[in-house]
Structure formats: structure tokens, C-alpha cells
């Protein structure tokens, strides 16, 4: 059917040519859809939505009001340096080309060899997208992974420090990573692990970054003793709401296509997520007694970065079930777990997101089985077993890279500007004594 189709364009357009028409460009040859570009296009619109102003107001709302406007400026700024640094080096470290399995090389460093007319492959073959589209998609995804660290240190860190820690942590963490799971010559790709939207490369990378900063910090001044409630669940349920809308780019955006399969993703973000709010909740009220704004709030978040890496290979009913277990394993990590070995992971980063990334990557390796309604494996044994073998250890790898390699990057931050805040900026609150400017006016 399509080479007929393409035959009998073909065989029109020579007709138009003949009695005269121009066209700049033969559409009947050119191997990119305007839909597809169309919807790259807002996927990547959907992802800044995020960042800015989603994650930023949810974090936002979570901390005390004196810290509000650090929060914002953290992700801002963040946001910022890493679109820069993505398209001096970022794009060529993950993209760039090489068959490395660990790095995409030197070949794009500024873009080189990028133009209008430059075409980024997709799932189908044939099929492209102009590479200034895949280009600015991952770079939204390159600027919210930093960003989402900024949970773990609020209200505490300071503001050179994280800025320079980011630098160093796109370069050496972040783009390694995605080019080992996305990339076709990447490590993690070969193994036949399955991402279809960043559980590892941004979640548990994150997750794990965030708990060796929340360790390596140290607590807050008062932790356990002063009242640290959220100074606006209002912002923090807007942030949350953004989260969810902006995520459908996120998941649903990497199928890279406008086609029947980021319709599964789009579905499985829907229920999946729906599920976890609702978990959540009936586990809070079984739990405190009453079910809380927070909680639902986190539930959301929870069954969003869980069903992220089996969007696009889960049944709904799988992603419906990945929803209302990935709920109590993050509670019970950011009540239990948290409480017994006494880290404060501020907004609790690596509860949410590390455990429920981890979740929802070895989950994936289940969720695909057809017999449960999924797409099928991708390794070659073709078997659950083995399947999940090759989650765990994209997971292991993503864990042990982040883990060690945040640890570094501190230590370096840590000499060259420092990482804590004074104790008496933070008892003052970041607001002031990092930015000079308050969120709220009395």
C-alpha cells in the first residue's frame, strides 16, 4: 500500500511539474511528517513545562516561604546553563556519533554539522525528524534531571556550589548515561534494557544524586525540631498538576512519532499515574488516620516517574498495577526508611523518584510480557528472566554511576566554592541571603 502510494505521488508530481508548477520541496521523497514535527515540537514545549514553571512550584510550595525564591531560582538557573551547555558539548557527549558504549564523542561539539536540513532517526524505519526537533526534546530532558536534585538540598545549599555541581554533573553523569541507554551503540542499550522515557537516566540518576547530597550535606539546622512543613500546598498541588500535563510530552513525546504507540504511552501516563494518587491515599489514611494533600500530591509524582520507563511497552492494566504498587514502596521509603537512618533528603528526591524509578525499571521487564498485554521483550532470549536481568542491571550500573560519580563532583564542589550555606544565611532563609529579594512582601 505505501509504495503505491509513494508511485502514484510520484507519477502526480512529475504531472505538475510538466504543466509548470514549482515546489521547493518534493513532499512525495522527503522522509519527515509534519505531524510528527508538529508533535516533537510541543513534546518538547510540554517538557520545559515541567521544569518551568511546574517542578519549580512544586518544589516551591514545599519549602518554607523564606526559601521559596531560591527554590525557583535553583531550577531556573539550572534550566538555563544546562540548554547551553547542551548545545556546546551536552548533545555530542550523548549523540554524538561515536560507537563508543559509554560516550557520543566530539563529532556535534556546537552543533557542528547540524542544519535545517539535518534528520534524526525515529522507532520507524524511513521515518525521520529534523534533528533541531530531537535536539531540543533532549535537551528538556538534559535541563529537569539537575533540577530535580534541587529537592534533596533546599534550603541549605549553596547557590555557587549547586550552580557549578550542575556543570559538573551534566558532563561526567548525566550525558554518559543517556547515551548508554539511548544511543544505538550505548552499553545499556545493548543489553536490551528497556527506557522508553528516562527511568533511568533521569530518575534513579537523579534519585541517587540527590541521596548523596542529601548525606554528604548534612541536615538542615533544625531538622527534627523546628516546624518544616510546607509553607503552600496550593503551589505545590499547581506544580504537581503542571508535572502531570507537561509529562505527557515526557512520556508519550519519546515514542518520537505522532503514531499508535505514543497513544499507549499517552494512556498508560494517564491510568498509571491515577492509580498511584489513589494508592497513595488510601495507604496514608490506613497509616495517619486521614489522607493528606501532600500525599496525593506525592502519589501523583510517584506513579508518573514509575510508569515513565514502561509507558511505551506496558498494558494500561499493567501500567494500572505499576500505578498502585509503586505508592506504599515510595511511602515506606520517605516515612520508614528516611526515619530510621536520619538523611534529610528535604523534598524527598530519592524516595520518590530514586525508589520509584527503580520500580518501575525492574517492573518494565515484567509489564512487557505480552501474556499481561505488553509489547513484547527486546533481549534476544526473549524470556521474562531474562528481561528483568537486563533492567536490574541497567539499574545496578545507573545506581553505581550516579552514587560514586555524585560523591566525586561534590568533593570537587565542595573545594572550589563550597556546598553549605552559612549558618546563618540558612537561618535567615536563601531568599535573602543568596538572591537579596523575598518571595512574599508582608
Not at 83 to 93: A, E, N, P, R, T
Not at 100 to 108: A, E, M, N, V
Not at 184 to 195: E, K, R, Y
Not at 283 to 309: D, I, N, Y
Request: proline fraction near 2%; hydrophobic fraction near 55%; charge should be neutral.
Amino acid at each position: 500500500m505505501k509504495s503505491k502510494y509513494l508511485s502514484g505521488a510520484a507519477a502526480l508530481f512529475s504531472l505538475l511539474v510538466s504543466t509548470g508548477a514549482v515546489f521547493a520541496q518534493d513532499a512525495a521523497t522527503t522522509t519527515i511528517d509534519k505531524g510528527d514535527t508538529a508533535w516533537m515540537m510541543m513534546s518538547s514545549l510540554l517538557v520545559l513545562f515541567m521544569v518551568i514553571p511546574g517542578l519549580a512550584l512544586f518544589y516551591g510550595g514545599l519549602v518554607r516561604a523564606k526559601n521559596m525564591l531560591s527554590v525557583l531560582m535553583q531550577c531556573t538557573l539550572i534550566t538555563s546553563v544546562v540548554m547551553i551547555i547542551w548545545v556546546l558539548w551536552g548533545y555530542s557527549f550523548a549523540f554524538g556519533g561515536s560507537t563508543s558504549p559509554f560516550w557520543g564523542g566530539l563529532g556535534k561539539m556546537f552543533l557542528a554539522g547540524v542544519t535545517m536540513d539535518s534528520e534524526a532517526a525515529t522507532f520507524t524505519d524511513g521515518v525521520m525528524i529534523p534533528e533541531y526537533v530531537f535536539i531540543c526534546f533532549q535537551m528538556t530532558f538534559a535541563a529537569i534531571t539537575p533540577a530535580l536534585i534541587v529537592g534533596a538540598f533546599a534550603e541549605r545549599a549553596k547557590f555557587s556550589g549547586v550552580m557549578l555541581f550542575t556543570v559538573l554533573w551534566v558532563t561526567f553523569i548525566y550525558f554518559p548515561i543517556a547515551h548508554m541507554v539511548w544511543d544505538g551503540s550505548g552499553l545499556i542499550f545493548n543489553w536490551g534494557a528497556i527506557d522508553f522515557a528516562g527511568g533511568t537516566v533521569v530518575h534513579i540518576n537523579a534519585g541517587i544524586a540527590g541521596l548523596v547530597w542529601a548525606i554528604m550535606l548534612g541536615k538542615r539546622i533544625g531538622f527534627g525540631k523546628d516546624n518544616m512543613a510546607p509553607h503552600s500546598m496550593t503551589l505545590t498541588m499547581v506544580g504537581a498538576a503542571m508535572l502531570w500535563v507537561g509529562w505527557f510530552g515526557f512520556n508519550a513525546g519519546s515514542n518520537l512519532e505522532a503514531t499508535s504507540n505514543a497513544t499507549l504511552a499517552m494512556m498508560n501516563t494517564f491510568i498509571a499515574t491515577a492509580a498511584a494518587v489513589v494508592s497513595w491515599s488510601v495507604v496514608e489514611g490506613f497509616m495517619r488516620g486521614k489522607s493528606s494533600g501532600l500525599g496525593a500530591a506525592s502519589g501523583m509524582v510517584a506513579g508518573l516517574v514509575a510508569v515513565t520507563p514502561a509507558c511505551g511497552t506496558s498494558g494500561p492494566m499493567g501500567a494500572l498495577v505499576l500505578g498502585l504498587a509503586v505508592s506504599p514502596i515510595c511511602y515506606f521509603f520517605v516515612t520508614t526508611i528516611k526515619s530510621k537512618f536520619g538523611y534529610d533528603d528535604s523534598l524527598d528526591v530519592f524516595g520518590v523518584h530514586g525508589v520509584g524509578g527503580i520500580v518501575g525499571a525492574i517492573g518494565t521487564g515484567i509489564l512487557c510480557a505480552p501474556f499481561l498485554g505488553g509489547t513484547g521483550y527486546v533481549v534476544e532470549a526473549g524470556t521474562m528472566g531474562a528481561q528483568v536481568l537486563a533492567q536490574v542491571q541497567a539499574v545496578l550500573l545507573t545506581v553505581v554511576w550516579s552514587g560514586v560519580g555524585s560523591a566525586v563532583l561534590i568533593l570537587i564542589t565542595k573545594a572550589i566554592t563550597g556546598i553549605r550555606a552559612s549558618s546563618d544565611a540558612e537561618r535567615e532563609g536563601l531568599d535573602l541571603a543568596s538572591h537579596g529579594e523575598s518571595a512574599y512582601h508582608a
